[in-house]
């Protein structure tokens, strides 16, 4: 079995909320609220949920672009919950982020050459006379040419934009990257292209990722394990065939049979559940279990208590709901 490559313990993030003349702190923004998950060396763990889960947050909280408010994070077994500056920044080469939206991520006044090898101009990895055979390969990697080096990021298209984030990302040759929302601002067959080529890096380097999405059909062709977040929440671990074959949390149900391309005749519990409602704000969590308002399944303890994370299964499933 696969070692642990990040390994999060109980994390809290949350932002005050200041009120009055004062500013004083009123409550808190529960945007990740005692989140456990673990990604092993070499696989992806996708992070699902509806926008304003805390997917994001989650995901910054644990490159440490976040300070956590309570909780552990390991990577490689190693404490980097409170790391000073110094070696922070060393550990920026193991773990990096590709953003959602590749336009707002690349500095427009930077040609792509600069915007590639600025990581490892930063961290001196390349002796200054191979930057740009290195920079050039990169770009071989993610299917652009050396000839796009000297260009800006508006002459692309979108796909073209994201393969460059992406170059950048693995510039410094990093072991774990949270990818966030990488393909929802792109069209389904650039999706499929950038899917692949992650898949591809993934295999060729050994990569680990987080993989954030809405998507469902995104995270089932990329993810080994799925983990489905509400209001800050882990509500449901699985491994992705599981999940999707016989999703447990009434939420991930209703997640499920959002996917009209999904055959669900073999499912035990996916259409069983058809659920109202939009997501509250995480600046409003319902006590007890923060799904109740919209679950069917709801009872008196759901509205009091909130459930834990169990597992329930020898495969590795975990679940918090009451009535399960």
Same mark, same amino acid.
Request: hydrophobic share 35%; proline share 5%.
């Given at each position: 079995?696969?070692?642990?490559?990040?390994?999060?313990?109980?994390?809290?993030?949350?932002?005050?909320?200041?009120?009055?003349?004062?500013?004083?702190?009123?409550?808190?923004?529960?945007?990740?609220?005692?989140?456990?998950?673990?990604?092993?060396?070499?696989?992806?763990?996708?992070?699902?949920?509806?926008?304003?889960?805390?997917?994001?947050?989650?995901?910054?909280?644990?490159?440490?672009?976040?300070?956590?408010?309570?909780?552990?994070?390991?990577?490689?077994?190693?404490?980097?919950?409170?790391?000073?500056?110094?070696?922070?920044?060393?550990?920026?080469?193991?773990?990096?982020?590709?953003?959602?939206?590749?336009?707002? %991520?690349?500095?427009?006044?930077?040609?792509?050459?600069? =915007?590639? #090898?600025?990581?490892?101009? &930063?961290?001196? @990895?390349?002796? $200054?006379?191979?930057?740009?055979?290195?920079?050039?390969?990169?770009?071989?990697?993610?299917?652009?040419?050396?000839?796009?080096?000297?260009?800006?990021?508006?002459?692309?298209?979108?796909?073209?934009?994201?393969?460059?984030?992406?170059?950048?990302?693995?510039?410094?040759?990093?072991?774990?990257?949270?990818?966030?929302?990488?393909?929802?601002?792109?069209?389904?067959?650039?999706?499929?292209?950038?899917?692949?080529?992650?898949?591809?890096?993934?295999?060729?380097?050994?990569?680990?990722?987080?993989?954030?999405?809405?998507?469902?059909?995104?995270?089932?062709?990329?993810?080994?394990?799925?983990?489905?977040?509400?209001?800050?929440?882990?509500?449901?671990?699985?491994?992705?065939?599981?999940?999707? %074959?016989?999703?447990?949390?009434?939420?991930?149900?209703? =997640?499920? #049979?959002?996917?009209?391309? &999904?055959?669900? @005749?073999?499912? $035990?519990?996916?259409?069983?559940?058809?659920?109202?409602?939009?997501?509250?704000?995480?600046?409003?969590?319902?006590?007890?279990?923060?799904?109740?308002?919209?679950?069917?399944?709801?009872?008196?303890?759901?509205?009091?208590?909130?459930?834990?994370?169990?597992?329930?299964?020898?495969?590795?499933?975990?679940?918090?709901?009451?009535?399960?």
């Amino acid at each position: 079995m696969n070692e642990a490559i990040v390994n999060i313990k109980g994390l809290k993030k949350y932002f005050p909320i200041r009120k009055g003349v004062l500013s004083r702190v009123s409550d808190y923004v529960r945007a990740v609220d005692d989140v456990e998950l673990e990604v092993k060396k070499g696989s992806t763990v996708g992070l699902v949920g509806e926008s304003g889960s805390g997917k994001t947050t989650l995901g910054k909280t644990v490159l440490r672009l976040l300070s956590p408010t309570a909780g552990k994070i390991f990577f490689e077994g190693e404490d980097i919950t409170k790391l000073e500056s110094t070696r922070l920044r060393s550990l920026r080469r193991e773990m990096q982020m590709i953003f959602q939206n590749p336009y707002g %991520s690349l500095n427009p006044r930077m040609n792509v050459g600069s =915007l590639v #090898s600025e990581g490892i101009s &930063i961290h001196n @990895t390349v002796r $200054k006379e191979e930057r740009g055979e290195f920079t050039a390969r990169l770009l071989g990697e993610v299917g652009l040419g050396a000839d796009v080096m000297n260009r800006y990021p508006h002459e692309f298209s979108g796909g073209q934009r994201q393969r460059i984030a992406i170059a950048r990302a693995i510039s410094l040759r990093p072991k774990f990257i949270v990818c966030d929302e990488p393909v929802s601002a792109l069209d389904v067959s650039v999706q499929a292209q950038i899917i692949n080529l992650l898949k591809d890096l993934q295999k060729k380097h050994g990569l680990s990722y987080l993989f954030i999405s809405h998507d469902l059909r995104v995270v089932k062709h990329l993810s080994d394990l799925v983990a489905v977040m509400y209001l800050g929440k882990i509500v449901e671990i699985a491994p992705s065939e599981e999940i999707y %074959s016989n999703p447990l949390h009434p939420y991930t149900r209703m =997640l499920i #049979s959002a996917i009209p391309e &999904i055959k669900r @005749t073999g499912s $035990k519990n996916g259409n069983k559940a058809s659920i109202s409602g939009e997501i509250r704000s995480l600046a409003d969590i319902p006590s007890g279990c923060s799904f109740h308002p919209r679950c069917p399944l709801a009872t008196d303890v759901c509205l009091r208590e909130i459930p834990r994370l169990e597992k329930k299964e020898a495969d590795g499933r975990s679940v918090a709901c009451h009535n399960l």
